[in-house]
Each structure stands twice: as structure tokens, then as C-alpha cells.
């Protein structure tokens, strides 16, 4: 896999400064498709949702002619460019979790679900999930895809080799604090020398700002990145470097390093199992799954959405509850490791079953509590490109030997700039 789910995401961050946050998608309604038009159009991306579930849903909507588009290199921006000029707006489209708090000032470009039986539906989600495209007026813009659910991968025989607990329930336990992971990445290098802990100090900052309720802007519109949680974050983000457990992989070296046994562990998403499994499958039954350090943590998972040009909103609602029911996100976890919002699903055979790659773990076991309890954080639309300077400037700890302080004190100088110039106070 050349460009991962994972490294998409990290390059998604670090572009967000220069691409800018906020979605201007133009003025005017524009003309659309014609009231209640049986001809519709999706738009997705490759791997964004199943393709024998879309498939299906061409058979199963056999009123209406379902022309489904797999949209490829910018999504974004062609979504944009396709809302500017209306005409050109699909009638149903995906927006990438990444992007979805980008969207929500121009919410008047997409229709709210609540109003096509999205607000009847929406017990059966995960309300955290439901809540990141919501208008902070309580419009809904998009039905979830699928989620993120963080855990830690670990090498079992690796663990083995340095006297570390191998039984997942027992990693969970003695490896449930942030301290209690890095103590352990000290004997797992000891024991292994050419063994690391994480791939690099971003990705503990990534999962410690999902940990929390607050990320760089608050609901005020006000940056708060300077702030405690932040501070935080920052700090125990640095500890693996300062312990000489940091593989320090910031470049393509990861899928080797995977491979290698460089990496003893990583902390990820649930769909971050197909990366590990492509990238090294000679290393099948040698991985478990346990819980994250410090509690859930939630990246990526994404939505579909109905452009306010529809031809026939009620019809393309029908499209999409019928295309992320259950039963089918338990069929899109099988065919393209999109995990599901539905806690229904995880009951389902295809979440149940062990996983022969992880030894035959139940790994849903792990994910499922973990997808219920994330905490629910307000995300603003700039808040991407906030952050963008706290990663480059980890990175440079790692790569240059930057001192953290001064680190820390560029990163919250240059985020303060950026949430300037996007309109935050």
C-alpha cells in the first residue's frame, strides 16, 4: 500500500495551514436536478465506501438510475468546484472526515438530513460521530461512513522476548497509562535493540488530542492551542523522543520498518490493521490488539452528504440510510475496513469473527468499547490548519534535535498567526 490510510491523514494535517480551512463554496443555490428526479448521482472515492454495497444499491433502487462516480486526486476540491457551478453537483457525495468541519459554515450548500430522516435514524449512530456534522444550530450535513477507533497493535513475540505481558486483556491493564506504554517501550528496547516504541512523537499527539474535550479553537471561535490540554499533550508526545524509544520515522521507511520488527508497536485506528497486514504480511499472527493508553482516541472515518442542488433529496436519503444500514457497514468493514458507526453492526458475524492476522483475536472486542466511549470534541473549521504547526514542529525535534521548549514555543507563535488570518480570536 503506497499511501496509506495513516500517512493520507498525517499529509492531510500538515497541508491544511497552506490550503486554508474554511470551505467557500460560492453564493447561489444554483438550478440542480429537477423535483423529484429518479435519475442521481453519487460521488465517493476509492476506499470510501464499498463498492459491492454501491453496487447493490444500484440493483436495490432499481426505480431510480444510480450513476455512481469514484472521484480520484483531490476530492475536496473538485466537491467544491462541482458545488460552485450546482450543474455539476452529484446529488449524493461523500465528504472526508478531515474536511467535514470545513463545511459546516456553508451549511446552506447541503441539505439537512434532520428534515429527509436523518434526525429518526440517528439513535441508531454514534451521537459523537452524528455530532461533527452538525451546525452548531443543529443542522445535520452528514451521515457517517465510518469512525476510527484507536488502539495499540503490539508484536506479541516481541513482547515475549522482553518479559512484557502478551495477553491482550493483560497488555490493556498494565499498559493503561501513557507512563506505563513508555515504561514498557524502555524494556521492549532494551530487551530488542533495534526495536522502537512508536514510529514518531506525532502520533502520540494525535491520540492524546482525541483523548480530550477541547482541541485548538473553542466554540467561541477563540484559540485555546496555547492552553493546558494542549500543553499536555505536547509534553507526553515528547517523552518517547527523550527516552530514546522514537523510531523517528517521518518519510516512506514505515512499511519496511513494519516489516523489520523496527516497530514494536503502533497506536492507530481500527482500519490501520490493513495497512500493518500490507505492509508486512509475512508477520501474520504475530500481532495482538489493546486497548490505548489513556483511554479512546477516534481518526479518520468520513460521511455522506446531499448538496442542496439535489434533484430529489428524499429519494437520495432513502440511497443512503439503505447503503450505511447495519447490516451493509458490517459488509463494507469486510470489503474496504470501513469501520461502522451502527453499534449494531459490531454484533454482526463479520465484526465477530477472530482475525487470523491478529493470532485470531476478536479484535472487536477491543474496537467496539472503544468506538462507544470517544469523547465528543468540538472541531472548528480551521482547527486543521491550527494544528498544522504543532506536527512540523515535532517533526523537527526528531529530525533536527530542535530543543522542546523552543519547539513548543514556535508551534503556538506560528498557530496563533494561522488562526489570525482564518478569522479566530
Known amino acids: 500500500m503506497d499511501l496509506s490510510r495513516r500517512r493520507f491523514l ?35 472515492w476509492a476506499g470510501g465506501l464499498s463498492d459491492k454495497v454501491v ?24 466537491l467544491l468546484t462541482g458545488l460552485r457551478s450546482a450543474q455539476a453537483a452529484p446529488d449524493i457525495t461523500g465528504i472526508k472526515g478531515e474536511d467535514i468541519a470545513s463545511f459546516l459554515p456553508n451549511a446552506n450548500r447541503f441539505v439537512d438530513l434532520n428534515t429527509v430522516g436523518g434526525g429518526q435514524l440517528a439513535p441508531q449512530y454514534l451521537s459523537w460521530k452524528l455530532k461533527q456534522a452538525t451546525t452548531q444550530d443543529g443542522k445535520l450535513i452528514g451521515f457517517p461512513i465510518d469512525i476510527g477507533p484507536c488502539a495499540t497493535f503490539y508484536r506479541e513475540d516481541l513482547f515475549e522476548k ?7 486483556a493483560k497488555v490493556s491493564a498494565q499498559l493503561s497509562t501513557w ?3 513508555f515504561a514498557a517501550g524502555v524494556e521492549l528496547h532494551k530487551a530488542v535493540p533495534k526495536t522502537f516504541l512508536v514510529n514518531n512523537i506525532g502520533s502520540v499527539f494525535t491520540m492524546m488530542v482525541g483523548q480530550g474535550t477541547e482541541r485548538f479553537i473553542d466554540k467561541d471561535n477563540h484559540f485555546i492551542g496555547d492552553q493546558d490540554h494542549i500543553r499536555t499533550a505536547w509534553t507526553t508526545a515528547v517523552k518517547p523522543y527523550t527516552l530514546g524509544i522514537d523510531a523517528k520515522i517521518n518519510d516512506n521507511t514505515w512499511n519496511a520498518a513494519i516489516g523489520s520488527g523496527a516497530l514494536g508497536t503502533e497506536i492507530g485506528a481500527a482500519w490501520h490493521a490493513l495497512d500493518i497486514s500490507n505492509a508486512a504480511p509475512n508477520t501474520k499472527g504475530k500481532w495482538r490488539v489493546a486497548n ?13 452528504a446531499i448538496p442542496a442542488t439535489s434533484g430529489n433529496p428524499e429519494e437520495a436519503f432513502k440511497i443512503i440510510s439503505w447503503i450505511l444500514s447495519p447490516e451493509n457497514q458490517a459488509r463494507g468493514f469486510t470489503d474496504a475496513a470501513l469501520f461502522p458507526t451502527a453499534p449494531a453492526a459490531y454484533k454482526l458475524p463479520a465484526l465477530t469473527g ?10 472487536i472486542e477491543i474496537f467496539g468499547p472503544a468506538a462507544e466511549k470517544i469523547p465528543t470534541a468540538y472541531e472548528a473549521p ?7 504547526p504543532f506536527y512540523s514542529e ?30 479566530v480570536k
Open 382 to 388: 480551521a482547527d486543521a490548519a491550527v494544528a498544522a
Open 292 to 304: 490505548l493508553p489513556g483511554g479512546p482516541s477516534n481518526l479518520g472515518g468520513s460521511f455522506l
Open 179 to 181: 507512563d506505563d506504554y
Open 162 to 168: 522482553a518479559g512484557l505481558p502478551t495477553d491482550p
Open 354 to 363: 477472530g482475525d487470523a492476522f491478529f493470532g485470531g483475536q476478536k479484535t
Open 394 to 423: 515535532l517533526t523537527s525535534i526528531e529530525a533536527k534535535g530542535k530543543d522542546p521548549d523552543e519547539a513548543w514555543k514556535d508551534a503556538v507563535s506560528q498557530a496563533k498567526q494561522i488562526a489570525q488570518r482564518q478569522g
Open 55 to 78: 453496487a447493490d444499491a444500484k440493483k436495490h433502487f432499481s426505480d431510480d438510475t444510480l450513476k455512481t462516480s469514484v472521484v480520484g486526486g483531490d476530492f475536496k476540491t473538485k
Open 10 to 44: 498525517q499529509a492531510a494535517v500538515l497541508t491544511a495551514a497552506a490550503a486554508g480551512a474554511t470551505a467557500a463554496c460560492g453564493g447561489g443555490s444554483g438550478a440542480g436536478g429537477s423535483k423529484d428526479s429518479k435519475n442521481l448521482s453519487l460521488w465517493y
